[in-house]
């Protein structure tokens, strides 16, 4: 298991909760282009019970949307790929954006045990995407770093 690089991201994982998020989601990218198109497409998601997020580069519109409002509107879209059913999880601790090495526990121990991750950092809270067939596996390591952190 991996071991906590600073007493404050130790810290914070013996505080954090883990919250799986309802559903399945999707992550889609579209050509730059098309940046109207995904912003009208993430209106549509309209509940604080469902996650979305969306990062706008010169490569690529990439977009986490519910699987619902995915499948509803995905027939008349223009897109390059799509991947999923992803689980997402939110590490239920507000981190200041000063912390360095937060995720870097999960990250090093789901790779070690062979599970994909797309990690989401917004202003306060982390949060992973995992595929679907992954999910149990990845709440019992990311279980096993908040106990060793609680130690």
């Not at 906590?4 to 883990?18: A, H, N, P, Q």
């Not at 969306?54 to 519910?66: S, T």
């Not at 999880?89 to 797309?118: H, N």
Request: net charge negative; glycine share 4%.
């Amino acid at each position: 298991m991996h071991e906590f690089g600073e007493d404050e991201t130790k810290r914070l994982w013996s505080k954090s909760d883990l919250k799986v998020w309802g559903g399945v989601y999707w992550m889609i990218a579209f050509d730059p282009s098309l940046k109207l198109d995904a912003f009208d497409l993430l209106s549509n998601v309209q509940s604080p019970d469902q996650y979305c997020s969306i990062i706008c580069d010169n490569h690529e519109v990439a977009m986490i949307l519910p699987d619902k409002i995915w499948q509803d509107r995905k027939a008349e879209l223009n897109f390059r790929q799509e991947f999923g059913p992803l689980k997402c999880i939110t590490f239920d601790v507000p981190l200041d954006v000063e912390i360095s090495g937060y995720l870097k526990p999960a990250i090093s121990v789901l790779a070690d045990v062979g599970v994909s991750v797309i990690p989401q950092c917004a202003l306060i809270y982390d949060h992973i995407l995992v595929h679907e067939r992954d999910l149990h596996k990845t709440t019992e390591v990311l279980d096993q770093l908040r106990q060793m952190a609680n130690s």
